[in-house]
């Protein structure tokens, strides 16, 4: 795709209810000149300059416009998470503008799930990541890796809230029973909960008919089951082992709502994914976590 092309893709999924027409994204204006010699649109009714990609999450951008469609393909493509290593290659720039530019997708992609809440039979259940501790060499220096007090307090827990043929929403916490206020938060209280043998769901019941399944005995009695939520864990298990290697410590949410998002649009079409994507990372606003990024001294 040739600049000119990439450029007027972007700009029909961003104003695609002008039908591709530029509308100042300052005040909304339609009335906008453009210009022959650069990729520049001016407000005629506030002045305001601006191009395809100002007040989006690729704003302040510095690549060929083509080159974010290409990220956006590649990133949608990859079932279990792709890499900002690899994304570099096959982009050919740095791998400090991929790991952005992988983080900004994330963040546009996680924008649907920012106000979902969930009805109907909704599985929840709980994985844990990160926070791992290398036995030591010889037998007699190992200690016991389960107890609290020799772990390193970096361990997370993933809880998920899966909608049966609905969306799926994760949270990062300390612990599974810390999850319970927000799972009451966002899931409706007509709800059917599924969940497994774990002591802290017993508070579930308080609040919703709670379905309970012995992992010790079966993964499906007929009655209850939890595994849309473990199919969800094991694509994020996928992801951290085959992709990523590390996706534990403060990226951990970014990460699992990613692979929430995958889950979703898994029955979709990859050109269907690629415009929801699009689209997502055009509606969202620049990034106050990612703009800037390595200038801020990281
Ligand atoms: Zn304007």
Known sequence: MSEEEARKAFQEIRWADTKGEPVCPRCACMAVYGYKTRPLFKCKGCDHQFSVTSGTIFASRKL??????LAIAIFVNAAKGHSALQLSRDLDCQYKTAYVMAHKIREALASEQQDMTMEGTVEVDGAYFGGHLKPANWKENRIDR???KNQNGKRRVVVIMRERGGRTLPFVFKTEGESVPTIEARVHPNAIIHADEAVHWDRLHMFYLTKRINHQESYSDGDACTNQAESFFSRLRRAEIGTHHHIAGPYLEAYAAEIA??????????????????NAALAHPVS????????KGR
């Open 261 to 278: 998002w995958r889950e979703d649009h898994r029955r979709v079409s990859n050109g269907e994914q690629f415009l929801i994507a699009t």
């Open 64 to 69: 060929p416009v083509s080159t974010y469609l």
């Open 146 to 148: 389960r107890l609290a």
């Open 288 to 295: 106050r976590q990612w703009k800037g990024y390595w200038q």
